[in-house]
Structure formats: C-alpha cells, structure tokens
C-alpha cells in the first residue's frame, strides 16, 4: 500500500494521518445517528468480536468445571496460566514477527519512522525496549493476569458475586457484552490519571512510559502495581450482576486489546491493497506527548477535560499552551511566600 496516499511523514522518517484522530460518535449532543450508524461495525470489527471469541474459546475449552475451581489448587492455577502464557506469546509475537522482526511493511503507516531494535537505551533491561518489554509482560504482566482471572472465576464457583445466567437474563446480559469496552475505557482512563501523579508516575507509571516509541510487547510492559490495576477490570462483573463468559471477555479486552493500541503502525497491511486499521493514533500520542489522551477516545474524557490531542498543528499549539500556564503555576507557587 502507499502510506503516502494516507498520511505525510516528515524529514525523520515519522508518519502522520491526513485525517486528525477523533473520538467515537458514542457521547455526544446533539446525537449523531447516521455518524453512529456508520462507526458500529468498527466497534465491533475485527477486535471486539474477536477477543468476545477467545474468551468464548476459553469458557468451553480451557476453564475447568465449577467443582474444580471451589477449591484453589495448583493444577488447575498452572494450567490457566500456561494457556494465558502461550495465547500472549502468540497473539503478541504474530504482530512483532510481522512488523519490528521481518518489517514485511517496512516503515508504511508507522508513526515513529525508527524501529526499537535500532535504538538501544540504558533505561531499558539489556539495552533492549523489545527484551525489556517481553520479560516485564511474562514476569508479572501474565501472572497478575492469570491471578486476578483465578481469583474472580473461584469467587463465582463459591457464590461470591452475583452469577446470572443468559437464560435468565439475556437482554441485560446481551447490554454488559456491547458496553464491555466502555467500562475498559472508564477503568482505563481513571487508573491512568491517578497514575500520572508525579509520585505515582515516578515509581510505577514511568517503566511503561519508557517505550516512547510503542512497539507490540510495550502494551504489557508495566510496573507489577500498574498491571493490578490495569486488570482489575475484570473485578467490575463480581460488583455488577454478570456472568463468567463476559468477565473473561473484559479480561481478554485488556489483555489482547491492549496489542493494537501499542502496535505503532496505522494499518497493518493484509495485501497490496488493503489493511486493518489499528486505531492507534491516539495512545501513540500520549507516548509521544505524555499529558494527553489519557483514554483511547471511546469515551471523550479527554475532550471534556482539554487534554485531548488529535495529531494536528493546532492540537500542539493547545497542549503548549496548556503547559506554559501549568508551569506558571508551579512557579506562583514556589514565589508565594508562606504565610
């Protein structure tokens, strides 16, 4: 394909749409419908109906039965964490194979024009971004995955929660597996500003920022304390009334959706001709800027804050703006003599 039809890349060799990225026609006023209308099938192709079908995958095939898990016990904990394991490695591998290790598209649709390889840093654990982010995600990335996963599926074998039934209730049941997204971007957007406090940002949130130029092992290369809140998710379905299957769809949400938004291209290439759109734009630019869109734009937060960054001229110009009268804050502050 030619990224060119698409997009402009600068003398560094760094790509940018035409088109500045935008949030979903979901809450908005005045209603939108025909700009609903034509954004659904994007909310649901290919991703969400994808990881609603691994986590179908995982009810019938990998969960053991509701006597089994009345009872932590290594074996079926060992065995739920060597699926998860093997899942993320190929789920996350088929992207970085195709794109950072064969770059079978070279640099096409990729925002930051450099490949991670190229670039050793000291912040990262060997000098590499790509062995650095593999082992943080397999360290305690898949464990505190699998654990929060344990311990949500052995509260519902033990009548903690509240467990319905598609049966029972499918019409509400049907509604949490379409909002699934919207409570990830919630939890998202609200684990994430906490953890740019400074304090916060220092000791947790900065190993992930570390990755400024995102590549598909960044999505789950966090601090052990940022991965608990990240998954914790999944928790939101012992509060509300739901069900197993959709508590592993949240969960499988995060864990796999997070690839997309971390893969550093804006299409991956399927032929010549065609490709799938990452959505990606706006979460490359937080890693870019640090202090905007701190949500993926499912839910306009950040446009009902001022942080939101859509890739233009006039974005840059608002965030400046938006950091010259922070820093004379902060400076009033440190002149204001004390009382």
């Given amino acids: 394909m030619d990224d060119l039809k698409y997009g402009t890349r600068d003398k560094r060799g760094n790509w940018t749409p035409n088109k500045p990225a935008g949030t979903a026609p979901l809450f908005v006023f005045p209603p939108q419908p025909l700009a609903l209308l034509k954004w659904l099938p994007s909310y649901f192709l290919p991703y969400n109906a994808?990881?609603?079908?691994?986590?179908?995958?995982?009810?019938?095939?990998?969960?053991?039965?509701?006597?089994?898990?009345?009872?932590?016990?290594?074996?079926?904990?060992?065995?739920l964490f060597a699926v998860n394991a093997v899942a993320v490695f190929?789920?996350?591998?088929?992207?970085?194979?195709?794109?950072?290790?064969?770059?079978?598209q070279?640099?096409?649709?990729?925002?930051?024009?450099?490949?991670?390889?190229?670039?050793?840093?000291?912040?990262?654990?060997?000098?590499?971004?790509?062995?650095?982010?593999?082992l943080r995600g397999f360290l305690s990335g898949v464990p505190i995955w699998t654990g929060l996963q344990v311990l949500v599926l052995w509260c519902y074998a033990n009548g903690i929660g509240n467990w319905v039934t598609f049966a029972d209730h499918p019409v509400w049941l049907v509604f949490l597996c379409l909002i699934v997204p919207v409570i990830h971007e919630f939890h998202f957007y609200c684990i994430h500003r906490l953890i740019h406090v400074p304090i916060l940002y220092k000791w947790v949130h900065s190993v992930h920022h570390n990755s400024i130029n995102p590549s598909p092992w960044?999505?789950?290369?966090?601090?052990?304390?940022?991965?608990?809140?990240?998954?914790?998710?999944?928790l939101y379905h012992l509060i509300l009334p739901s069900n197993p299957l959709i508590a592993l769809?949240?969960?499988?949400?995060?864990?796999?959706?997070?690839?997309?938004?971390h893969v550093g291209f804006d299409k991956?290439?399927?032929?010549?001709?065609?490709?799938?759109?990452?959505?990606a734009f706006i979460h490359y630019l937080h890693h870019k800027y640090f202090e905007v869109n701190y949500g993926d734009g499912l839910i306009p937060i950040d446009k009902w804050t001022g942080t939101f960054h859509d890739g233009t001229k006039e974005a840059d110009e608002r965030m400046k703006e938006r950091y010259r009268q922070k820093k004379e804050r902060l400076n009033a502050r440190k002149t204001t003599p004390a009382e």
Wanted: charged share 15%; proline share 4%.
């Fill in 90 to 104: 190929l789920w996350y591998s088929a992207f970085e194979l195709h794109l950072y290790i064969r770059r079978a």
């Fill in 50 to 79: 994808l990881f609603f079908l691994s986590a179908l995958a995982w009810w019938a095939w990998v969960i053991p039965s509701v006597e089994v898990m009345q009872t932590l016990a290594w074996g079926w904990v060992l065995w």
């Fill in 106 to 134: 070279g640099n096409r649709f990729k925002y930051n024009g450099k490949f991670p390889a190229d670039t050793p840093s000291d912040v990262f654990w060997f000098k590499s971004q790509n062995l650095d982010n593999f």
């Fill in 268 to 279: 991956v290439e399927l032929t010549e001709d065609t490709g799938i759109d990452s959505h």
């Fill in 218 to 234: 960044s999505s789950l290369s966090m601090h052990p304390v940022e991965h608990l809140a990240y998954f914790s998710t999944i």
């Fill in 249 to 261: 769809y949240q969960l499988h949400y995060a864990g796999f959706g997070a690839v997309p938004g």
